[in-house]
């Protein structure tokens, strides 16, 4: 596609239940990011992909979350038993090779989650 | 918390110039970079510098790094009230980890 697209824009979800958010890297970029947005925050780096494989999983903040990109386009980032302080905005990235900082990351507009 | 450190708020008159800093923490890093984040929207590229350049100027956009103090500005020129958003400075850690700062809210009065 023109741009990365994630869905759902908005998820609410109740503490304890299980959600899965979605990512669309743009056609062609082989590497794709996840970073968590707080609130009054600025973005923090969760894991990394190039291609199928997680290069870098070293910002996810527990073992309740997992991401997977088993076809090295769309990516799903898999909270389980949410927390109310998993509340943020997860913003998906993508870039046309490894090493996003030489080739540009792209954002997409983010996934809004709210765990009550 | 972030070791990327900018002022959180920062007020203009339409048609001043707007100075936005940014103090960063690895001497390593090869980019710096300038986001921009708008209501509901998803972080913009609005420029970056790399580390070998102490100036680097697009259209409205002027950045300084000073490499010795680690510290990052942007300046807008001729502040509209569509440059009203969140700017957000970030370093880079590797070929492909950024770290932000908390941004700071740019809110542009008539």
């Known amino acids: 596609g023109a741009g990365v697209s994630q869905t759902p824009s908005n998820k609410v979800t109740e503490k304890g239940k299980y959600v899965e958010l979605r990512c669309d890297p743009i056609?062609?970029?082989?590497?794709l990011y996840w970073y968590r947005q707080s609130l009054g925050q600025g973005p923090e780096f969760l894991i990394y992909?190039?291609?199928?494989?997680?290069?870098?999983d070293s910002g996810l903040p527990n073992d309740r979350f997992f991401a997977v990109r088993p076809e090295g386009s769309v990516s799903t980032l898999k909270i389980q038993r949410t927390e109310r302080g998993d509340s943020a905005v997860y913003l998906c990235?993508?870039?046309?090779?490894?090493?996003?900082?030489?080739?540009?990351?792209?954002f997409g507009s983010g996934t809004r989650l709210t765990v009550v | 918390g972030e070791d990327v450190e900018q002022s959180l708020f920062l007020s203009v008159r339409e048609g001043d110039s707007s100075v936005i800093n940014c103090t960063y923490t690895?001497?390593?890093?090869?980019?710096l970079y300038w986001y921009k984040q708008e209501p509901g929207a998803g972080l913009q590229l609005l420029t970056y510098?790399?580390?070998?350049?102490d100036m680097k100027q697009d259209q409205r956009l002027t950045v300084l790094l000073n490499k010795k103090d680690k510290h990052l500005s942007l300046r807008i020129a001729d502040t509209q009230t569509g440059d009203s958003a969140i700017y957000f400075c970030?370093?880079?850690?590797?070929?492909?980890?950024?770290?932000f700062g908390a941004g700071t809210t740019v809110t542009v009065r008539a």
């Open positions: 690895d001497s390593s890093s090869t980019y």
């Open positions: 990235a993508s870039s046309l090779s490894g090493g996003g900082v030489v080739y540009g990351y792209t």
């Open positions: 510098i790399f580390s070998n350049m």
């Open positions: 970030a370093e880079t850690l590797n070929d492909y980890k950024l770290s």
């Open positions: 056609s062609g970029h082989t590497a």
């Open positions: 992909f190039q291609g199928t494989g997680a290069a870098d």
